[in-house]
């Protein structure tokens, strides 16, 4: 698919909806070596330094009804912890729906960004940031204790080039596996870096705050949590682990 390959940004996913209505193939991907206005989830900023991470966008446009575009986020964040796995030896956990996180830091975060109308995606676009090689001291300090990176993690400078070939070819792989068996396959890797599953946690909503213990998750990749014998579909939201 194509690449398009910037020095800097101020946000791969604000520059990938500039143009995923123009025609641009399934599959492109959006990347640059910084971004000055790197964007996380409820309005967070993320910190994308120059050279020491991967941040990339990529846009799809599948088949699925809009209620399915969950099921993209944890595709990425499969690919990326098989990934870094392969690469580095590392094993990291998924905390659903979006973060990647070794010894409860962050070291890799998802936005999922979708355009849809009333029963069609016209595309969904998959933000993607990796902490590769930032030492803690260039961190902002209030991110020093609830982040990480692969470099902190392992004691040695990765190779950003091999790290994003392994995770477009798992990410390719799955969203073909995706589209042609179905999302089981899917889900069955997805469950096995789970730290999210049989944990009791609490999930801020927009609507609501939620409280209990994370059974499964479904066939679209709403998270299944059994609140005092009930089982409730959470669609979206800021998951903590609760002890
Ligand atoms: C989060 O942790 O809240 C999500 C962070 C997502 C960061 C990636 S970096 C590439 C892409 N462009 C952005 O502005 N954000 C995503």
């Known amino acids: 698919s194509e690449i398009l390959y910037f ?27 910084e971004q000055g206005g790197g964007r996380g989830r409820l309005s967070r900023s993320f910190f994308s330094p120059k050279y020491k991470g991967i941040w990339f966008s990529v846009i799809l446009k599948p088949k ?3 209620q399915e575009a969950p099921k993209c986020t944890l595709m990425a964040a499969t690919a990326i912890t ?4 392969d690469v580095t030896g590392v094993k990291v956990g998924i905390k659903w729906p979006n973060d990647v996180l070794y010894e409860g830091k962050k070291l890799v975060g998802i936005l999922t960004e979708m355009n849809a109308e009333m029963d069609c995606i016209n595309y969904i676009i998959i933000g993607m940031g990796i902490n590769v090689n930032i030492d803690k001291e260039e961190m ?24 994003l070939n392994k995770i477009l070819y798992y990410l390719e792989h799955l969203y073909i596996i995706c589209q042609e068996e179905g999302f089981a396959p899917i889900l069955d890797e997805w469950r ?13 909503g927009t609507n609501e705050v939620l409280e209990g213990i994370a059974v499964d998750i479904d066939d679209d990749g709403a ?11 959470v669609l979206a939201g800021d998951v903590s682990i609760r002890p």
């Open 64 to 66: 699925f009804l809009p």
């Open 7 to 33: 020095e800097t940004v101020d946000s791969t996913n604000t520059q990938a909806k500039k143009i995923a209505l123009q025609g641009v193939k399934d599959g492109t991907i959006i990347i640059s070596e």
């Open 82 to 85: 098989k990934a870094i796995e």
């Open 223 to 233: 998270l299944l949590v059994n609140i005092d014998g009930q089982i409730k579909r």
């Open 140 to 163: 902002p300090e209030e991110i020093q204790n609830i982040a990480t990176s692969l470099s902190q993690i392992t004691g040695k400078k990765i190779s950003r080039l091999k790290l």
């Open 192 to 204: 096995k870096y789970s730290i999210t599953l049989n944990q009791h946690i609490r999930v801020i």
